[in-house]
């Protein structure tokens, strides 16, 4: 028995493709750059994940026991397969082996809080799954499902994400207080001035998420009944207009803060002290 033309059109006939679309072969009328941004957005991106995935598994160079500065791409180091001195938490964990990273506990939640993260499906929609590139440019996806099916329902669970990272930002803020107390006892470098203002930026970021402004005062009713929740909703609404700009210098300061911590423990370069 054959199905209804119409049935056939529906599934077939989407998007740009759709019954009521103009009929334009082109994929766009555009002529200026549109792909220069979904272009430096990919790479941007892809920068970031290859640096991040290779130091993962270096497991060197991520401890500065003088000081007591470590990468956060590390913390918390929880195994035995830790350096002596990088677990501020124990090591609950025996040996590791070397295909699983050092901070293989929280890795996969700041993955998934970044992952599904609302401006950055924004970005990698549009710059790696083209959906859609720019404006006024057919995307080449015949369907769409939205975020309602295997993998993408998972961005569903972006508030839970957003708890384990306030967590993983405590932990990373914990590792930057202690690192003002090196084997000299206290002290200030470059060193931790750097992680210091990698932290703060975190919690730009963090606290700037959707999930924590609709946390504090999304679901209330009348603001005038919880003036203290309103005060932290409205600090809160302010940073989160600037949600996209601290998700991407938050990439770049975990770089050079890693980047850093790899050049002092390596013996590259030597830590800039202003006090001991």
Known sequence: MSRPASSVASRTAAGVGGPNRARIGARTLRTDRWWL?????????????????????????YWVAEHHYLTPFYSPCLSDSCVPGSS?????????????PLGFLVLPFLLGFRL???????????SVWLSPPACAVAEPHA????????????????RYFFYVALVITLINTYDAILAFGGEAGFGVGLGNLVLL???VLLWCYTLSCHS????????????????VRYWMW??????????????????GTLVLTDLYVWLVASGTITDLRFIN
């Open 37 to 61: 941004p979904p272009l430096l957005t990919t790479l941007g991106l892809a920068t970031f994940v290859i640096y991040a995935t290779i130091r993962s598994f270096m497991r060197e160079s």
């Open 88 to 100: 501020h938490f124990g090591t609950p964990f025996g040996e590791l082996p070397g295909f699983i």
């Open 116 to 126: 599904t993260c609302y401006y950055y499906r924004k970005a990698y929609y549009r």
């Open 143 to 158: 369907r769409y499902t939205g975020e309602t099916r295997l993998p993408l329902i998972i961005q569903n669970a972006h």
């Open 197 to 199: 203002a990698n932290v």
């Open 212 to 227: 924590c402004r609709h946390a504090v005062g999304g679901r209330l009713k009348h603001f005038s009944k919880h003036p």
């Open 234 to 251: 409205t600090q809160i609404t302010k940073i989160n207009d600037r949600h996209m700009m601290f998700a991407w210098i938050t990439l």
